[in-house]
């Protein structure tokens, strides 16, 4: 079994002792004999075969440690040892020559060591570091005639005797030789333990998704992945312990390293790929350690922030609008946009008023991407969807067991997920009173704490709310807390109702058509499609459908839209222009036609907003005018033909129920009820019923 620890001794009878040791518990540690140059082929020799430590002492000890790479951990010669070597000495001789390895001057006090032996001129002390200087120091010695020398090494007492000088061992004691071995096997023990944290690092690192080169303070390379060396191909053994400027003889390498400047988010181009390169520092409290560069594909990164893009779409956490969505020729809402804009630069609370469909949330995802805040969440909820239950635990999050059905390991709340970010907070006013003082906590005091936990959280999120209705009449009748109302009016945008700013109708029905019109045409597309279409009749289809579409743009359409009050505001009259370009591209019938149909069911309740010139007050629902009486409509005289289509659209524009209904009142199919309504349309419609006039009943 091999050793991962052996002891070179440096003579036999140190040997024996470190023999007779081991087999009292260390059995993991090998003993050998060997001096000098020896004892350094036989470190070798070891460290080749895997040794992880050698001990050993003196000038043997000394010239190993400089010639191997793995740790030597000396034998301790203590105080005790030379007095006991020099008590023998001074028995010997009268003049005594002590031989002290360098890196042991400061380790004894041999002030002291004079003054209990008594001993003054007669003791000289040589200290070297070299096995030359050692040899000169014992000429030096021989010189002033010492007859005695005492040294650690047995190699020195040797070359001591040929110079005719008696020598005397400074031993080890049994008591420093196990401490020593002692030590031996804790290093072994942390050496290992730093091994498997050294194999798990470069584990980690050969599986990052990029490359990595360490650099130390001499500019030698210590770590280089495998996606570097793939990357920059170069061997790992032309690499690790070369000189950074003999690696930049290669040009890919180059464009790596460049002049070795710290540098951050720099792009440069490798085998036909762009690679994001970064060059940092390593530094400790005690200086530099060198260089870490750090190089990864470009197409990995957008890989990384798509999939982190789609997890935030996935749970709404974005911003989609900005300030130029907003479809308006209002100057209220344009001095709205400014407004908006100039609190998007401030980091304050904003509380957004208008009814349901005016664009409260457009505004605020609006303010969130002109601000510092816009690479960062954006979440938004709906006060009104969630019981009150529910909406502490989706704002705040709860810990663990917190309530039945508590998720594993919690939940953070919206307010942590917004972090950094922007919280927008929908229909506030049906916010119960009792989270209205938790939410109000959270204002003031910047931080959160989770249902069932009792650790504070830090959030720094801007906090965005919006109301249908007066948050003021709320406080005053109890509903809202005064004080969270002032909290968030810090700064206010009020939104107009579309019935107060009518300029804003065409350009917005034209933007609905723009955005719903092609999506429309694509799925009302016969399957057969266009291979059973010429490019000119298709051409011809596709302008005859945008003719269709813009129909609701005439003078009349737009004025009847103008009547309308549209309390469903933008988001009503988006649903009409769908509803209308879908029925428009899907029957054969005039789009004045379904216009009409449309605004009967549409404006029931406003009989004035659709009401046209000649047709009475209460025409939308009756087939009756004023002066005629109950069942009687108006005919002007002429052709039986231009009477009966005087007659079908006089009752189709007063007929409030589906046209199947009234083809059946007037003996006819519908289709037939069609192309009559058509033709009559594309007549001019009603002739006035001026005289001679004839009654129908």
């Known amino acids: 079994m091999k050793k991962e620890i052996f002891f070179i001794s440096p003579y036999p009878e140190m040997t024996e002792l470190a023999n007779r040791i081991?087999?009292?518990?260390?059995?993991?540690?090998?003993?050998?004999?060997?001096?000098?140059?020896?004892?350094?082929?036989?470190?070798?020799?070891?460290?080749?075969?895997?040794?992880?430590?050698?001990?050993?002492?003196?000038?043997?000890?000394?010239?190993?440690?400089?010639?191997?790479?793995?740790p030597v951990i000396f034998v301790n010669i203590t105080c005790y040892d030379i007095i006991l070597a020099l008590y023998k000495a001074k028995k010997i001789g009268k003049k005594i020559a002590l031989f002290i390895y360098s890196s042991h001057k400061n380790d004894h006090n041999f002030k002291e060591i004079r003054k209990i032996l008594g001993l003054k001129d007669e003791l000289l002390i040589y200290f070297y570091d070299s096995l030359d200087e050692l040899y000169k120091q014992l000429y030096k010695a021989h010189e002033v005639q010492c007859d005695v020398a005492v040294a650690a090494g047995s190699c020195i007492l040797e070359k001591a005797r040929m110079l005719k000088i008696n020598g005397v061992m400074i031993g080890s004691n049994e008591e420093a030789l196990k401490g020593t071995?002692?030590?031996?096997?804790?290093?072994?023990?942390?050496?290992?333990?730093?091994?498997?944290?050294?194999?798990q690092l470069k584990a980690i690192l050969n599986h990052a998704n990029g490359g990595v080169l360490a650099i130390n303070a001499t500019g030698i390379v210590t770590y280089y992945n495998n996606i570097a060396r793939d990357t920059l191909q170069l061997p790992t053994q032309e690499v690790i312990g070369k000189k950074i400027d003999d690696l930049k003889t290669n040009s890919i390498f180059r464009k790596i390293y460049a002049n070795g400047e710290t540098f951050v988010g720099g792009i440069i181009t490798l085998n036909n790929c762009n690679?994001?390169?970064?060059?940092?520092?390593?530094?400790?409290?005690?200086?530099?350690?060198?260089?870490?560069?750090?190089?990864?594909?470009?197409?990995?990164?957008?890989?990384?922030?798509?999939?982190?893009?789609?997890?935030?779409?996935?749970?709404?956490?974005?911003?989609?609008?900005?300030?130029?969505?907003?479809?308006?020729?209002?100057?209220?809402?344009?001095?709205?946009?400014?407004?908006?804009?100039?609190?998007?630069?401030?980091?304050?609370?904003?509380?957004?008023?208008?009814?349901?469909?005016?664009?409260?949330?457009?505004?605020?995802?609006?303010?969130?991407?002109?601000?510092?805040?816009?690479?960062?969440?954006?979440?938004?909820?709906?006060?009104?969807?969630?019981?009150?239950?529910?909406?502490?635990?989706?704002?705040?999050?709860?810990?663990?067991g917190a309530f039945t059905g508590a998720k594993k390991g919690g939940k953070p709340g919206l307010f942590e997920l917004a972090h950094k970010g922007t919280i927008f907070l929908d229909e506030i006013l049906e916010l119960p009173i009792a989270l209205q003082a938790h939410l109000l906590r959270v204002i003031q005091e910047r931080n959160v704490r989770r249902i069932g936990g009792d650790k504070l959280i830090p959030v720094d999120v801007r906090i965005i709310a919006s109301a249908n209705k007066c948050l003021l009449d709320a406080v005053d009748k109890g509903n809202f807390r005064m004080d969270l109302y002032y909290r968030l009016n810090e700064f206010n945008l009020h939104i107009p109702p579309l019935k107060n700013r009518k300029k804003d109708l065409p350009v917005l029905i034209n933007h609905f058509i723009e955005k719903h019109r092609n999506f429309i045409e694509n799925q009302l597309q016969p399957s057969e499609g266009p291979d059973h279409f010429s490019d000119t009749a298709e051409r011809n289809e596709k302008s005859v459908l945008y003719d269709k579409a813009n129909v609701i743009l005439n003078e009349k359409n737009m004025t009847r839209l103008y009547n309308y009050s549209w309390p469903g505001n933008i988001r009503e009259l988006e649903n009409f222009v769908k509803r209308y370009l879908l029925l428009a591209y899907s029957d054969d019938e005039s789009p004045d036609l379904i216009l009409d149909e449309l605004f009967n069911e549409t404006f029931p309740s406003s009989q004035?907003?659709?009401?046209?010139?000649?047709?009475?007050?209460?025409?939308?629902?009756?087939?009756?005018?004023?002066?005629?009486?109950?069942?009687?409509?108006?005919?002007?005289?002429?052709?039986?033909?231009?009477?009966?289509?005087?007659?079908?659209?006089?009752?189709?524009?007063?007929?409030?129920?589906?046209?199947?209904?009234?083809?059946?009142?007037?003996?006819?199919?519908?289709?037939?009820?069609?192309?009559?309504?058509?033709?009559?349309?594309?007549?001019?419609?009603?002739r006035t019923a001026s005289e001679p006039v004839s009654t129908l009943k």
Request: glycine share 8%; proline share 3%.
């Open 22 to 70: 081991v087999k009292q518990g260390f059995k993991e540690i090998g003993v050998t004999t060997a001096t000098l140059a020896k004892g350094v082929e036989k470190a070798k020799e070891l460290e080749s075969n895997d040794t992880q430590i050698i001990i050993s002492r003196g000038a043997t000890g000394a010239l190993i440690r400089d010639s191997i790479q793995i």
């Open 181 to 199: 071995f002692v030590r031996a096997i804790e290093l072994l023990k942390v050496k290992k333990k730093d091994e498997e944290i050294k194999k």
């Open 275 to 400: 690679y994001i390169v970064n060059r940092l520092p390593l530094k400790i409290e005690s200086g530099d350690l060198g260089m870490v560069i750090n190089f990864q594909k470009t197409q990995n990164i957008e890989k990384i922030e798509a999939e982190i893009r789609k997890k935030l779409y996935d749970k709404g956490f974005t911003a989609f609008y900005g300030f130029s969505d907003i479809i308006t020729r209002s100057e209220k809402i344009v001095g709205l946009i400014h407004r908006a804009k100039n609190y998007s630069k401030i980091d304050g609370t904003v509380l957004i008023m208008g009814e349901s469909g005016t664009g409260k949330e457009l505004f605020a995802q609006s303010i969130h991407k002109s601000s510092s805040r816009q690479n960062e969440a954006f979440v938004a909820i709906n006060c009104a969807t969630l019981p009150s239950n529910l909406l502490e635990s989706e704002l705040f999050g709860y810990n663990e």
């Open 608 to 686: 004035e907003s659709f009401t046209m010139p000649g047709e009475g007050p209460n025409s939308a629902y009756d087939i009756t005018s004023p002066g005629y009486g109950d069942d009687v409509i108006p005919v002007k005289i002429g052709t039986l033909k231009e009477m009966e289509g005087d007659i079908i659209m006089e009752v189709y524009k007063n007929w409030p129920h589906k046209k199947e209904e009234l083809a059946d009142i007037l003996g006819i199919s519908r289709t037939t009820l069609w192309k009559k309504l058509k033709l009559q349309s594309a007549n001019g419609g009603v």
